[in-house]
């Protein structure tokens, strides 16, 4: 595995991602090594680019068996406000160093997905970034990724966690009807596009269930101070619940997503969906 993309101490010295970060450079180190080996070369990339895709297809162009991605991402994790020296404090000074774990997770299944619709892309993805548990290998693998690697966790929780990750997702494939991991790869890989082509008419409001409401108001006060100012508040049997007005609900699920209680706030879809428009069409109209 050729890491191209480690963000410190390895880019500083024209490697790691100082390499991966210029596609004629990934491109032709790639070419070196294939010529000095019979070994299989898998290409590490760095998630530190304005696109995944370039380095991609320059390691492909360069003859590589597979990719790996993502590397860590450029951070600096805090400062100390006593010494006001950055964390990790080495003598006085600091430098930016690799975020990693299950923080970067989402990022890293951009830009597996991202390399796995690509046509130009036709090997093998190996998914790495933030997996630390079966539904997060799966996850990777149901959006490209023919393997994944797992760092952060085992440092946690030693080598254990690799028998945790086989037998949750052995215990998921069985549920669904799979017979092989294999059967899962990509199948989440057409069901992501670009903004453009997503429905504008589809349509769903929050709407709150007052019997499990404990009256936080957590939900008004996201709405209120974050979006759309679309929950105000009713009187039942004495007590004060938030309710949705629905013709101003966008349906940004904030409210949904900060409600503390189970079950009390479900995204309810209004539309039908036999008049899906997106957004390419709307301007070929006009």
Same mark, same amino acid.
């Given at each position: 595995?050729? /890491?191209?993309?480690?963000?410190?101490?390895?880019?500083?010295?024209? *490697?790691?991602?100082?390499?991966?970060?210029?596609?004629?450079?990934?491109?032709?180190?790639? @070419?070196?090594?294939?010529?000095?080996?019979?070994?299989?070369?898998?290409?590490?990339?760095?998630?530190?680019?304005?696109?995944?895709?370039?380095?991609?297809?320059?390691?492909?162009?360069?003859?590589?068996?597979?990719?790996?991605?993502?590397?860590?991402?450029?951070?600096?994790?805090?400062?100390?406000? @006593?010494?006001?020296?950055?964390?990790?404090?080495?003598?006085?000074?600091?430098?930016?160093?690799?975020?990693?774990?299950?923080?970067?997770?989402?990022?890293?299944? /951009? *830009?597996?997905?991202?390399?796995?619709?690509?046509?130009?892309?036709?090997?093998?993805?190996?998914?790495?970034?933030?997996?630390?548990?079966?539904?997060?290998?799966? @996850?990777?693998?149901?959006?490209?990724?023919?393997?994944?690697?797992?760092?952060?966790?085992? *440092?946690?929780?030693?080598?254990?966690?690799?028998?945790?990750?086989?037998?949750?997702?052995? /215990?998921?494939?069985?549920?669904?009807?799979?017979?092989?991991?294999?059967?899962?790869?990509?199948?989440?890989?057409?069901?992501?596009?670009?903004?453009? /082509?997503?429905?504008?008419?589809?349509?769903?409001?929050?709407?709150?269930?007052?019997?499990?409401?404990?009256?936080?108001?957590?939900?008004?006060?996201?709405?209120?101070?974050?979006?759309?100012?679309?929950?105000?508040?009713?009187?039942?049997?004495?007590?004060?619940?938030?309710?949705?007005?629905?013709?101003?609900?966008?349906?940004?699920?904030?409210?949904?997503?900060?409600?503390?209680?189970?079950?009390?706030?479900?995204?309810?879809?209004?539309?039908?969906?036999?008049?899906?428009?997106?957004?390419? @069409?709307?301007?070929?109209?006009?």
């Amino acid at each position: 595995e050729l /890491n191209f993309g480690c963000p410190h101490g390895m880019s500083e010295r024209g *490697m790691g991602s100082a390499m991966g970060q210029v596609p004629d450079y990934t491109c032709m180190v790639t @070419e070196w090594v294939k010529e000095a080996t019979s070994l299989p070369v898998i290409v590490k990339l760095t998630p530190n680019v304005t696109s995944i895709t370039p380095p991609a297809r320059a390691a492909v162009k360069g003859g590589a068996d597979a990719l790996s991605l993502i590397n860590t991402i450029n951070s600096i994790m805090g400062v100390d406000l @006593e010494t006001l020296v950055p964390h990790p404090n080495v003598n006085g000074l600091a430098a930016h160093g690799g975020y990693c774990g299950p923080a970067v997770k989402p990022i890293a299944l /951009n *830009m597996v997905s991202e390399l796995a619709r690509d046509s130009e892309v036709n090997i093998p993805i190996s998914g790495i970034g933030g997996i630390s548990t079966w539904r997060d290998a799966t @996850e990777f693998l149901l959006l490209g990724a023919t393997t994944v690697q797992v760092c952060t966790a085992v *440092m946690h929780y030693g080598y254990r966690i690799v028998e945790d990750l086989i037998d949750g997702l052995s /215990n998921y494939l069985d549920d669904k009807g799979f017979t092989s991991v294999r059967d899962i790869i990509g199948l989440s890989v057409p069901r992501v596009t670009d903004w453009g /082509n997503l429905d504008l008419n589809y349509h769903t409001v929050a709407r709150i269930d007052h019997a499990k409401c404990i009256q936080c108001n957590l939900c008004h006060i996201a709405c209120e101070d974050g979006a759309h100012q679309c929950i105000d508040f009713t009187t039942i049997n004495g007590k004060r619940f938030p309710i949705v007005d629905e013709p101003e609900c966008v349906g940004c699920n904030l409210c949904y997503l900060v409600c503390p209680s189970p079950g009390c706030i479900s995204m309810v879809r209004l539309d039908e969906g036999n008049q899906p428009l997106t957004w390419r @069409e709307l301007m070929a109209r006009a």
